[in-house]
């Protein structure tokens, strides 16, 4: 297993974290600019440099059913898990951290594109691309006026990304139970030991024991 090079996506502040099980045999990086030029009589052509677009990241892999010998993790995650997962990310309104060691990226990334097939001959097994574009939060700057002089000084503010999630939450009504909450939320009754979790101070020691009225936080 490779610890040099790993890559991941985490989302919602890292709580939500994906480990690449396969690391992609290419990856690419578009590093563009939107320079201008114009052409000044005597002079030739003149580049006036701007800003610099984002970056763009873009690679192709697979999701495997079954363990083999380039497996980058110790344990399998359904593949169908890991397509749901990062879709619902797409669809958030939140970026994502993207980390590729060795190669020195870690920032934050909106997914641009997120595209998967289940090939014939592997059942169970996703192939993947997917397109990332760096996140840049809008630097707030700040103008100070000091009125008996009248002069102003700018305050530059270092930008802070924010991926957290709010948690959701859930009135209970009667007839309700932990485990049809729990279907309600994930598709899975099963998983109604984590809203359990969640909500001990609220719940008590019972998890059976609910009540019409109690709001819980949906993890």
């Known amino acids: 297993m490779s610890i040099k090079y790993q890559m991941w996506l985490?989302?919602?502040?890292?709580?939500?974290?994906?480990?690449l099980p396969v690391l992609p045999e290419s990856f690419k990086t578009k590093n563009g600019s939107k320079n201008d030029s114009v052409n000044i009589a005597g002079l030739g052509e003149i580049v006036i440099i701007q800003s610099r677009l984002a970056l763009q990241f873009s690679f192709s892999s697979f999701f495997p059913a079954t363990k083999f010998p380039g497996l980058q993790v110790g344990k399998i995650t359904k593949p169908l898990s890991l397509i749901k997962k990062i879709s619902s990310w797409k669809a958030g309104?939140?970026?994502?951290?993207?980390?590729?060691?060795?190669?020195?990226?870690?920032?934050?990334?909106?997914?641009?594109?997120?595209?998967?097939?289940e090939?014939?001959?592997?059942?169970?097994?996703?192939?993947?691309?997917i397109t990332l574009k760096e996140y840049r939060e809008i630097k707030v700057r700040q103008v100070k006026v000091n009125i008996p002089k009248a002069v102003a000084t700018v305050k530059k503010e270092e930008p802070r990304v924010d991926n957290t999630v709010q948690?959701?939450?859930y009135t209970v009504v009667s007839g309700d139970c932990l485990w049809n909450i729990a279907k309600r939320f994930y598709g899975n009754g099963s998983q109604y030991t984590?809203?359990?979790?969640?909500?001990?101070?609220?719940?008590?020691?019972?998890?059976?024991?609910?009540?019409?009225?109690?709001v819980l936080t949906i993890p």
């Open 10 to 19: 985490t989302y919602n502040a890292e709580k939500e974290k994906i480990r």
């Open 93 to 117: 309104k939140k970026p994502v951290h993207f980390i590729a060691t060795a190669c020195g990226v870690d920032l934050y990334c909106t997914i641009e594109d997120f595209s998967y097939s």
């Open 119 to 129: 090939e014939g001959g592997d059942p169970g097994t996703y192939q993947y691309s």
């Open 167 to 169: 948690p959701k939450t």
């Open 194 to 214: 984590k809203i359990y979790d969640a909500n001990r101070g609220v719940i008590g020691g019972n998890p059976n024991l609910i009540y019409p009225g109690q």
